[in-house]
């Protein structure tokens, strides 16, 4: 499985940007699918996940802000980011990820996002 994220650039406070990840393949109900971030000197954090049921799950931090959206036609996972602050600047990376046989677990590449004005 490979994933291709894109979507980050300069955006200032208050802004919005959307993220996309793109798969190769029918994967988007067969796995956990998320997004992570590195920020600035701190350590890569979950913002927010998905489940293969659609049960969605995010970061106290982007709760209300963040927002998912999968299109398993199109085997793709946006998301939606509002409200940007400085605390958002980060790299972001979608993965891709399976606890049950077959496990695995893919990256894509980081998609930089930074929040200034």
């Known amino acids: 499985v490979q994933l291709q994220a894109s979507g980050g650039g300069l955006v200032q406070p208050g802004g919005s940007l959307r993220l996309s990840c793109a798969a190769s393949?029918?994967?988007?109900?067969?796995?956990?699918m998320g997004w992570y971030r590195r920020g600035p000197g701190k350590e890569r954090e979950l913002v927010a996940s998905?489940?293969?049921?659609?049960?969605?799950n995010y970061a106290d931090s982007v709760e209300g802000r963040f927002t998912f959206s999968r299109d398993a036609n199109k085997n793709t996972l946006d998301l939606q980011m509002d409200s940007l602050s400085h605390e958002d600047t980060a790299v972001y990376y979608c993965?891709?990820?399976?606890?049950?046989?077959?496990?695995?677990?893919?990256w894509g590449q980081g998609t930089l996002v930074t929040v200034s004005s």
């Open positions: 993965r891709a990820w399976r606890t049950w046989s077959p496990t695995y677990s893919s």
């Open positions: 393949g029918s994967i988007v109900r067969s796995s956990i």
């Open positions: 998905v489940t293969s049921g659609g049960t969605t």
